[in-house]
């Protein structure tokens, strides 16, 4: 693939979009009287926990293959609000505003006849085929779970009551909402010194999302000519992902304002005196030691980890708690009526992001169709492919692809990196993202 391919890849979202519209009067669903469950009538029923890329993804892509079944989307969050391109926004890259990254699942709810329920799910019953929320239960046919990320703090050495305090002061803004609102307050709001960001430690959404982040944050920083610096401390050796093209970037773009301190591994954040405490690798010595750094504000993005909805419902789940399925498909490993598809999935060797959830949401969409027809869905006949864009400057980008394939019956990915920073590859990244948010949604 060369750049060329990136940039077409970057407007085919958009191509996608317009090809694969699709209208129909929404159907109701009547409320249940209190404590009834609200049972499958004489449609057959999928629910889907998680209204984000990849349930709204799967529930148009259900509805596009499938125009008889009832979809239920349940959600307690009434806008969508995007993680991908709020990095942009935060580094006040030209053209960009809040009002790019909100969207209304109800709009699109309407044109792909789905519903859209604005409740949490606090349990899941699999032995009855019930979900519920606080104050209803309903029964469904196939259940897709597709509920994102939770934070962990408790990695950071953080019990409750700080972790609350970390949370509220310096938010991560790794989901999206207020956090987004309050992060970018700091930044304007910022008239100085050591701006620190953390790397999550374990597997976490988005790789290069803090790295990206960093960059464009230096980059403001750098332009209003502040004497200030961004210190990220990450516990790995080198970036987590396009290393050459992020270390690049900080060495040559951010000298003065951007300062990378691998092998950090944080231990402690005292959030009232501003100073977070982390082993590191001294070279000198040949041993790890303690250091302590004050900060003046902070972007603390934590662990990330599968909803806790996922465990407590006895749905299989690997050592660091991510959903497990059936290789090759989306499928629980433990019940076959439950699928999982997004950030939840720790079974394959893809990296948590958008652009996956939402290519094996359009994937699954239709392999669940399948199903409601009583065909066979096919698994791994189809199998996901990523692109993930970086800004490393306003008007610069690099990017990496990775495409599943399957060998000996396992899912592997390919891998291809493109690190050197230019001006086609932040075209193609602007393109991508108003391509796959238009797919969602219009
Ligand atoms: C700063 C940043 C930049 C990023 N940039 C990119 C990018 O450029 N490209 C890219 O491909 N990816 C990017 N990502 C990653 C991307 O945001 C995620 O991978 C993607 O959102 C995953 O989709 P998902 O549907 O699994 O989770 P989400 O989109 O988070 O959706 C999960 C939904 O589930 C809901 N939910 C949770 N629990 C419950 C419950 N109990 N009941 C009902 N609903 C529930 C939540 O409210 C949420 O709306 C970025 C992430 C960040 C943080």
Redesign the pocket.
């Known amino acids: 693939m060369n750049r060329r391919d990136l940039l077409k890849l970057g407007v085919l979202g958009t191509t996608v979009a317009l090809t694969n519209t699709y209208a129909s009067t929404p159907s109701q669903t009547t409320a249940p009287s209190t404590n009834a469950i609200n049972k499958v009538q004489n449609k057959k029923r999928v629910i889907i926990?998680?209204?984000?890329?990849?349930?709204?993804?799967v529930a148009k892509n259900i509805r596009l293959h499938d125009t008889t079944s009832e979809i239920l989307v349940?959600?307690?969050?009434n806008i969508?609000a995007?993680?991908?391109?709020?990095?942009l926004w935060f580094g006040n890259v030209k053209d960009t505003n809040y009002e790019q990254l909100i969207f209304s699942p109800l709009v699109s709810g309407a044109k792909y006849d789905y519903q859209v329920i604005n409740?949490?799910?606090?349990s899941i019953n699999k032995e009855k085929k019930t979900i519920s929320?606080l104050d209803k239960e309903y029964e469904y046919s196939i259940l897709v779970v597709?509920?994102?990320?939770?934070y962990d703090y408790s990695t950071y050495g953080l019990d409750e009551t700080t972790a609350k305090e970390c949370a509220t002061l310096y938010p991560a803004?790794?989901?999206?909402g207020y956090e987004q609102l309050s992060l970018k307050k700091k930044i304007e709001e910022f008239k100085g010194g050591t701006f620190v960001i953390t790397v999550p430690k374990g597997a976490y959404?988005?790789p290069?999302?803090?790295y990206?982040?960093a960059a464009l944050i230096a980059s403001y920083f750098k332009e209003k000519k502040l004497n200030a610096k961004v210190v990220i401390l990450d516990p790995r050796e080198k970036p987590t992902t396009k290393a050459k093209g992020f270390l690049e970037a900080f060495n040559t773009l951010y000298k003065d304002y951007i300062e990378y301190l691998p092998t950090s591994n944080i231990t402690n954040i005292d959030t009232k005196n501003k100073t977070i405490t982390y082993d590191t690798f001294d070279i000198a010595s040949k041993a790890f030691v303690q250091k302590k750094l004050n900060f003046d504000d902070a972007n603390i993005i934590p662990s990330n980890k599968a909803?806790s909805?996922i465990t407590k419902s006895g749905l299989a789940v690997n050592s660091q708690g991510w959903a497990r399925v059936k290789t090759p498909s989306f499928q629980s490993l433990n019940d076959e009526n439950i699928y999982l598809?997004?950030?939840?999935v720790g079974e394959y060797p893809f990296?948590?992001?958008?652009?996956?959830?939402?290519s094996s949401?359009i994937i699954l969409g239709e392999q669940i169709a399948k199903i409601l027809k009583g065909q066979n869905p096919q698994f791994g006949l189809k199998l996901p492919g990523?692109?993930?864009?970086?800004m490393v400057s306003p008007d610069t980008a690099i990017a990496v692809t990775h495409q599943a394939y399957l060998e000996n019956g396992e899912v592997k990915v390919k891998t291809e990196l493109f690190e050197d920073a230019d001006n086609i590859t932040a075209v193609s990244?602007k393109s991508?993202?108003f391509g796959?948010t238009q797919n969602i949604f219009e």
């Open positions: 926990i998680g209204g984000g890329y990849a349930g709204l993804t349940f959600d307690p969050k969508f995007s993680c991908p391109y709020s990095n409740d949490k799910v606090v929320t597709a509920t994102g990320i939770e803004s790794y989901t999206g959404r988005c290069p999302a803090p990206e982040r909803s909805l598809v997004g950030d939840v990296p948590k992001s958008a652009q996956m959830a939402h949401g990523n692109i993930c864009y970086s990244t991508w993202y796959i």
